[in-house]
């Protein structure tokens, strides 16, 4: 299996709500990234996760929080977002040591 | 400060031509640079990399030539296809990914 998948496709949310994106993969890496793509940008990196400890968090505003529950699993939860919040969020994985990352297709947020 | 930037935001090639897409980059100290393909509603996907000790690297139909004296970097396609119509970015890894702007590639048939 070599892939990144990512759920749900598409959320839209309204500022009030708290959702939760995940992402899989059973690659066996053990170092997994969240970033945040707006339209037309490239991808912004928001958090990176090295043996399922937090390593790098690019001060990112606390109503998103990241979790990596085991080896395999990312969430991102979220909680009280912004319209500007709205973008597609993307997963990726890679062995700590190894600079290729494989992202997921992304998650589709929309913040009403 | 930091960068990975690309020279333009747009190509048009026709079809069976070749495709060259650039990309400067400001930190001498990167020493890994990637370049990817990403298509509409997908994510980024890998194409090819180089490390700073080479000066060219070859794969399936493109190559990536980095000029460190100006630290520029491009990706040239050969055969263009339409299938190869996506955006590239190139990205610098020295610890974290930086991605530069993005050129948009379309392919006319």
């Known amino acids: 299996d070599t892939e990144v998948t990512q759920t749900p496709k598409h959320l839209v949310m309204g500022m009030t709500n708290k959702k939760s994106l995940k992402c899989e993969q059973h690659?066996?890496?053990?170092?997994m990234y969240w970033y945040k793509q707006k339209a037309k940008k490239p991808p912004e990196l928001m958090f990176v996760?090295?043996?399922?400890?937090?390593?790098i968090n690019e001060s990112v505003p606390s109503r998103f929080s990241p979790e990596c529950p085991n080896s395999s699993l990312l969430n991102l939860h979220l909680h009280a977002l912004q319209p500007e919040d709205s973008a597609l969020y993307l997963c990726?994985?890679?062995?700590?040591?190894?600079?290729?990352?494989?992202f997921g297709p992304g998650t589709r947020l929309t913040v009403l | 400060g930091e960068s990975v930037g690309l020279h333009l935001p747009t190509l048009s090639v026709q079809e069976g031509d070749n495709s060259i897409i650039n990309c400067a980059y400001s930190?001498?100290?990167?020493?890994?640079f990637i370049w990817y393909k990403q298509e509409s509603g997908k994510g980024p996907q890998f194409i090819i990399d180089?490390?700073?000790?080479?000066d060219k690297r070859q794969g399936q139909r493109v190559t990536v030539l980095l000029n460190k004296t100006v630290k520029h970097l491009s990706l040239q396609i050969a055969a263009t296809q339409p299938g190869d119509s996506a955006v590239y970015f190139c990205?610098?890894?020295?610890?974290?990914?930086?991605f530069g702007q993005g050129t948009e590639l379309s392919v006319k048939p």
């Open positions: 180089i490390r700073s000790n080479m």
């Open positions: 990205a610098e890894n020295g610890g974290k990914l930086i």
């Open positions: 996760y090295s043996y399922e400890k937090l390593s």
């Open positions: 690659m066996g890496h053990r170092a």
């Open positions: 930190n001498s100290a990167s020493d890994y």
């Open positions: 990726a994985s890679s062995h700590p040591l190894d600079n290729e990352q494989f």
